[in-house]
């Protein structure tokens, strides 16, 4: 039987995301791939108790309930955004509860994009956000970016030659690249798009992930035309299995969108938004997120400290302040492929076989993709495994180093190539 | 600001469902409007209990997990859908999780339909299903009806005609008709679609609520060919506020689907699917569909008894044996949306003022609406609202008809048209 599918189904033949999850739920390998929050954070004692109460009390969380989301939460969200994410204005009207951010990229790009649209992000970019935009075949665009942000300049003259539907953006400790745009720079881009009125959604997936004490400024605060669609999420913060999430944006477009999710899923399960809203009343989230960052913190540090002990010379990586990767950037030659395999198939280290696993780069780049990156999370991994991990991830890169030396000199008759910076 | 939004979002501009789940929050109003089933058969004690020990036990509810769902959940599934549902050949890998079937109609129409292309639906159907297929900017062909389900008379000239990508089919207890195809019908249906190899969307979110022993047969089981994606729901034999429901199809469509649903939200809550499963291993679960099988019909019979009662002749109504709605044709001069205004300001019933709503015919078509047709609800009111309700309605409806009479005398001097039948 051939079945006559829609042409969507052509652009995510493959998933890499599904290939992550499979290769991390199989405890054996040492995994660097998936964005997992360490599942020993979760607060289920606490959850346990919330959950048993709001049960026995009342039949509210079971029962179809307004698709906008769970309006206690609602307002606590409003309130969290306005203190701590710089924005002072918004309400729960401004506040639309989605079953994870994936479904609020879903929702925006509904929103937003016919056949052909432009979508600009930066470049790279979350791999599944590509997909979200992919599948309302979307064209991309890729925008510039330094150790800043997005680069600003020609930026304008880029958006009024392509003309993108919509712009997509990571602003705080990017996914992959671990960047987190300066502030001159957010108000920079925000003129730019303000000029040219261009939506922008903001994926805030690791806003409140911090390792320093700086608090971040969410673009919807230099937003004087309500451009702005901010997508976060209790994922990282609490635990992504209940599938918690919210967009924040203009009252108008918090409309249209609840049109758009009563089609896609009716609404977000209501028990899910009020256990997490039974959390933040009952206790201090601000200690939990705490906690998170310093765990966070801590692996990250140790990650980075086994990568430059062990990192062949002329290979750089990022040293992010938050969020859960690191991004590494190899030399071109390097087949990351390969060198993946060589990882899951393990090496050696004190007596014993570890197997790793890794992002490759690629997917990240919705074109023209830089092969010569891996991704790897610090996030889901003990210190042990990360020692442990990062001296095979190391040792397999150097071979691979050796090898191409080799045959270069053995192709170059003895001639010697310089490792790319 | 004036925003530029994907054309889609004109196709679904106004919200019907929207409307009536907020009429139905007001505790003043009688709704006969929504779908919901009465909180009072949600077993909150029982999930309370298996909530509290499933989060008490471990993290496995609360982290990231396979987009296609908990396998012990899936496996019963496909279990049941074996032996109650009359398929015989499903496993889990059949069995795709979906947050409601209301999801499952968006993924269903990712996978099947580009812009433009058509979708065959019953005339009249579910209105939600007709807004998913219209966000995809689908073409409609109603497929003609009789009291035995589709007409199978002409229907493969008509699919040759007009190419159909897929048809969308409620054959149980359908919503808002309440009719139930007949096997026979089934069968000469599934014979049509599988010579014309047309996917076929049946949606099962009524098929356990049955008010006589019989059961009812999947189109799965007569589909050869791999054609039939069944959407089942736990929404309304276990709580709707959970959210899990799911697509059965084959193999090849599930991993289609399931790589759209990464896309569209990476993965429905586990913790959700894991309170039904617990439930379904714990409890009686025919027990507790038989016992909401059992309130329903009771409510229905009253309300059917108190229809004929009160309504004016030549007025039919559907005499469902399962699901939760009665449809009632009315005279076609009766404008239903002012007849819903008059409810909605309410009537006098023993000296009390009462309220109803109800949800007008027209928004169950997809085009050519009928629009002298009425849905009543009956599985969220107790015997007290339904009595008094149907006063209400009835009571409104005379009136309406006498003033037609009255007006129609003096318009036509003394001339008296007749009610339609």
Redesign the interface.
């Given at each position: 039987?051939e079945?006559?599918?829609?042409?969507?189904?052509e652009n995510?033949?493959s998933?890499e995301?599904?290939e992550i999850?499979?290769i991390a739920?199989n405890p054996e390998v040492i995994s660097f791939a998936?964005g997992?929050?360490p599942?020993?954070l979760?607060p289920?004692?606490e959850?346990?108790?919330i959950?048993?109460?709001?049960?026995?009390s009342?039949?509210?969380?079971?029962?179809?309930?307004?698709?906008e989301g769970y309006l206690p939460l609602r307002r606590w969200i409003a309130e969290r955004m306005d203190k701590k994410w710089g924005i002072r204005r918004f309400t729960s009207s401004n506040i639309l509860i989605t079953?994870?951010s994936?479904?609020g990229l879903?929702l925006t790009s509904?929103?937003?994009?016919?056949?052909g649209?432009c979508v600009m992000c930066e470049e790279p970019t979350y791999l599944?956000a590509i997909?979200?935009f992919r599948?309302?075949e979307a064209e991309f665009v890729n925008m510039p970016c330094d150790d800043q942000g997005v680069i600003t300049d020609g930026l304008e003259e880029l958006i009024r030659a392509r003309k993108p539907?919509m712009i997509y953006v990571i602003p705080v400790h990017q996914n992959p690249s671990g960047r987190t745009w300066s502030l001159e720079r957010c108000k920079k881009f925000m003129e730019i798009v303000t000029r040219c009125?261009v939506?922008v959604v903001e994926d805030c997936a690791y806003f409140e992930i911090n390792f320093n004490s700086q608090c971040h400024c969410s673009l919807s605060a230099f937003d004087p035309?309500?451009?702005v669609l901010s997508l976060g999420s209790f994922s990282k913060v609490l635990?992504?299995?209940?599938?918690v999430a919210w967009i924040s944006c203009?009252e108008?477009?918090c409309k249209?969108l609840?049109?758009?999710k009563?089609?896609?899923?009716?609404?977000?399960?209501?028990?899910?938004q009020m256990i997490i809203h039974g959390y933040v009343q009952k206790y201090d989230f601000d200690k939990h997120v705490a906690d998170i960052c310093r765990t966070y913190k801590e692996r990250c540090e140790l990650m980075i400290e086994e990568l430059k002990k062990g990192l062949p010379k002329g290979v750089s990586f990022s040293h992010p302040d938050g969020g859960m990767f690191i991004w590494i950037h190899l030399p071109e030659f390097v087949k990351v492929r390969e060198l993946l395999n060589v990882c899951m198939a393990g090496k050696e280290i004190n007596g014993e076989k570890k197997k790793v696993a890794f992002v490759t780069g690629a997917p990240f780049y919705a074109y023209d993709a830089q092969a010569n990156h891996v991704r790897l999370n610090f996030s889901n991994s003990t210190f042990e495994r990360i020692s442990d991990g990062i001296k095979v991830f190391c040792s397999a890169l150097k071979e691979a180093i050796a090898d191409y030396y080799g045959d270069a000199k053995e192709n170059a008759s003895g001639g010697v190539m310089r490792c790319g910076a």
């Open positions: 039987m079945y006559k599918l829609a042409k969507r189904t995510i033949a998933s995301v599904r999850l499979k739920q998936g997992m929050p599942a020993e979760f289920h004692l959850f346990s108790q959950a048993a109460d709001i049960l026995k009342g039949v509210e969380s079971l029962q179809y309930a307004p698709t079953g994870g994936q479904a879903d509904k929103l937003f994009l016919n056949i649209d599944t997909n979200a599948i309302q539907k009125e939506p035309k309500g451009l635990a992504p299995g209940l599938r203009s108008y477009l249209k609840a049109i758009l009563q089609v896609a899923d009716l609404q977000t399960p209501y028990l899910n």
